[in-house]
């Protein structure tokens, strides 16, 4: 499984990076076509040209877009889990991973944990995210 | 490009939540209507740890260059992402000597209380500007374009 390392600069920039064990580091750097907009305008995506597959992920306002970024994840780019290490999560999909990203870096981890709805019910930080943000707006 | 005046070398950046992050400034550089960019010691650390991530470390030597791509962009934008007045983007070509061609670098400036910070440099898709594809080009609003540059250059 590919992992996901987020990198966060005040107020509100936010960029996921993808590693891939499997692929070894380029000697020449990495040539890839560059961002571009996919869904909205404030969620970036480049591709890695190896494997086709999106490796670098790009919000430059995401203090203020986060909703609309992290609902453009979830039904368009929801098909693959990634691991996360510096968030500790395990297969999880990549709205589920910049959620965690919003409440860490954004919320600086003030937002109180709610607990699991079921046990049926796994907790999702994308709802209890977005369900913070609109009480607290 | 010049170094910060005494009054100048510490910058108060406040978020969308009216918080407030001090920074220190590394250097200035005047753009390409005059006006002050601001460029911090978190921005270039962030860039460098940026492109060091996604395997592009050859346009790191490219931050040497920031002043050439704020003095004298190919085109700038507002961010469409956001409200007019909020982020530039300034965007130029760039000879990569390792890809032996030009690549299209794009250079965040956000405005803050009527000062300009330089944020992240980045490689863009060449021929389209952020945005495009996703909101009409003629929401993108130009905050400057070069004499020799042609709007549809860059998907406009």
């Given at each position: 499984m590919r992992q996901l390392r987020f990198l966060f600069q005040e107020p509100g920039l936010i960029e996921a990076v993808v590693f891939d064990r499997d692929i070894p580091r380029s000697k020449t750097g990495l040539d890839t076509a560059g961002y571009r907009s996919l869904w909205?305008?404030?969620l970036m995506v480049d591709y890695d040209p190896r494997s086709g597959r999106p490796y670098a992920f790009m919000s430059s306002s995401f203090d203020n877009t986060y909703p609309l970024v992290i609902w453009a994840l979830k039904f368009h780019m929801a098909d693959e889990l990634f691991d996360v290490p510096q968030a500790g999560?395990?297969?999880?999909?990549l709205h589920e991973a910049f959620s965690w990203a919003y409440a860490h870096f954004v919320l600086e981890d003030q937002m109180p944990t709610v607990q699991p709805e079921g046990p049926s019910k796994p907790r999702s930080l994308a709802r209890q995210v977005l369900r913070y943000a609109a009480t607290t707006a | 490009m010049r170094q910060p005046f005494p009054s100048e070398e510490y910058i108060t950046i406040v978020d969308n939540k009216g918080r407030e992050k001090v920074q220190r400034i590394e250097f200035v550089v005047r753009d390409v209507r005059g006006e002050d960019v601001y460029v911090t010691a978190d921005g270039l650390t962030y860039t460098e740890d940026s492109l060091e991530a996604k395997d592009q470390s050859y346009l790191i030597e490219k931050l040497s260059s920031l002043s050439g791509i704020l003095t004298q962009p190919d085109i700038v934008i507002w961010?469409?992402?956001?409200?007019?007045?909020?982020t530039l983007i300034y965007y130029k070509r760039l000879y990569i000597a390792a890809f032996r061609r030009h690549k299209v670098v794009a250079a965040i400036v956000k405005v803050r209380r009527g000062i300009k910070f330089f944020y992240n440099l980045h490689v863009q898709e060449s021929g389209k500007v952020k945005g495009l594809s996703v909101v009409p080009p003629s929401e993108i609003e130009v905050w400057y374009i070069a004499p020799?540059?042609?709007?549809r250059q860059f998907g406009l």
């Open positions: 909205v305008a404030d999560l395990a297969a999880v999909p | 961010d469409p992402a956001e409200a007019p007045g909020d020799r540059v042609r709007r």
